[in-house]
């Protein structure tokens, strides 16, 4: 839970796929913000102290009869928490359910497109009609948290689980500022990183924040588990199960901990059924917590964030802008981008290739419009020529997407010149690959990833 001190922004969510963006939005202008679907307990929701209500409608064509029946229900629920309402893309014909209604609702009703106008509106509700003041700044909140986290945790020990990832990452940190060495990082490198990635993650934590950090480099031992397998479903869940077996052998060589640091946020607290089901990750959440070790208590000093939250933070505890801004990258690593068996020799060169691809990405400035792009080293071989040779080689599939939530998303127009660039360098510098192709398909109907 946030500090008592802000000043809070309830969002019910009757079904729109656009809750998470106004509650960003409203806290782009330092206003917390919380969603809950129209189906939460809003009774209890009373004791909660918000300060104004947002209710936001999925929009008249799309609401089912059903569906509009029980929104009608809550109406007088939701006018006895006496707030200032906003209405956004809410049928008329909800609205006028309760004539004596006391919503003050924009004459206009608009879809949110994250327009200047659309910006005022807000605006124009949070701070003149409901009056509120802009106080969730990303600095209070990252001293309020330290200092919570001390009062929790007292003289005890703490222990983290580093994946290299950007939401464990700042987590530590943040948990670090607050207790320093009672904190314990256990990063598990399972081989399957990116090029240099595990070395970066030491080098930041060990060298530049100077914390106790533990790197387990556990190559050979995750490979011997994968060895012969071929199913991706068989892969994620030896990665996962392995995962949670060297952090529980390490944490017992360490003085036991009292509290587990986890690096969830917000979103995945929403998404995970306290919103309104739309569920993203359920089988995505490798590494996850080890269930028989036993703590006093879990800290997850994210939990209020969302996403670009969590960077803010990063960048104010002087966390390095690669790592803050690094895309996502699976549990299971190149392990599921490594089609059929993994080896260390087709790792390594997947490492090499997907370095090149990432570096000349970035050397175009396209990383930051790119939500992901990688290289797969897919199980195809075929005929090729180098040097007047025949060859026989692996086939490399080059991948980019563009994508608000992962959900769905679409192959990134990648000039013609740089996949051609790219192509020339992987060809001519790694060994093993004689054919590159470029996936131009949008998801659905394929994944982001491929396995
Ligand atoms: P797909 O491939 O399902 O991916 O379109 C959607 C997002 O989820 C990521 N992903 C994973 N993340 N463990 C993870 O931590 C996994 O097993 C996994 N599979 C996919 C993927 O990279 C993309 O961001």
């Given amino acids: 839970m946030p500090g008592i001190n802000y000043q809070k922004v309830l969002i019910i969510d009757c079904g729109s796929p656009h809750a998470q963006l106004i509650a960003r939005r409203v806290r782009d202008l330092n206003v917390y913000s919380e969603v809950k679907p129209y189906t939460a307990d809003l009774e209890n929701l009373k004791k909660d102290n918000y300060q104004a209500l947002i209710l936001i409608g999925s929009s008249a064509e799309e609401e089912s009869a059903q569906e509009i029946a029980k929104i009608k229900q809550i109406i007088p629920l939701i006018l006895d928490l006496n707030l200032p309402i906003l209405t956004i893309s809410l049928s008329e014909q909800i609205l006028k359910a309760n004539p004596e209604q006391k919503i003050l609702s924009f004459a206009e009703q608009p879809k949110f497109k994250q327009t200047a106008a659309e910006k005022d509106l807000l605006k124009k509700f949070l701070f003149e009609i409901a009056e509120l003041k802009a106080d969730w700044l990303i600095e209070d909140f990252i001293d309020n948290k330290i200092a919570e986290i001390k009062a929790m945790v007292g003289q005890s020990k703490v222990i983290v689980g580093l994946s290299g990832g950007v939401d464990s990452s700042v987590a530590a940190v943040l948990v670090h500022r607050a207790i320093g060495k009672q904190l314990n990082c256990i990063f598990v490198d399972h081989g399957l990183m990116r090029k240099d990635e595990g070395d970066s993650v030491e080098q930041i934590f060990l060298n530049q924040f100077d914390m106790n950090f533990i790197r387990v480099n556990a190559e050979a031992r995750f490979l011997g588990k994968l060895a012969g397998i071929t199913d991706a479903e068989q892969k994620r869940k030896i990665i996962g199960e392995e995962f949670i077996r060297v952090f529980e052998e390490e944490s017992q060589k360490i003085d036991n901990s009292d509290y587990l640091v986890q690096g969830t946020i917000y979103p995945d607290i929403i998404e995970s059924g306290a919103g309104d089901g739309k569920l993203i990750k359920s089988h995505h959440n490798v590494g996850g917590l080890p269930e028989d070790i036993d703590f006093k208590g ?105 994508t608000v939530d992962f959900m769905t998303a679409v192959a990134a127009e990648i000039p013609f010149d740089l996949l051609n660039k790219i192509t020339d360098r992987i060809i001519s510098e790694v060994d093993g690959i004689n054919r590159i192709v470029y996936d131009i398909t949008g998801k659905p109907s394929a994944t982001i990833e491929w396995e």
């Fill in 298 to 402: 879990i800290i997850e000093p994210l939990a209020d964030l969302f996403k670009d939250e969590v960077r803010q933070v990063g960048l104010a505890l002087g966390i390095p802008a690669d790592l803050v801004w690094r895309q996502p990258f699976p549990g299971p690593g190149l392990g599921i981008r490594i089609i059929g068996e993994i080896t260390k020799a087709k790792a390594d060169l997947l490492r090499d290739a997907d370095a090149i691809y990432r570096a000349e990405i970035a050397k175009a400035g396209m990383d930051q419009e790119l939500s992901q792009y990688f290289a797969v080293l897919t199980n195809l071989r075929s005929v090729g020529v180098k040097d007047d040779a025949r060859t026989y080689d692996y086939t490399l599939a080059l991948r980019a997407v563009k």
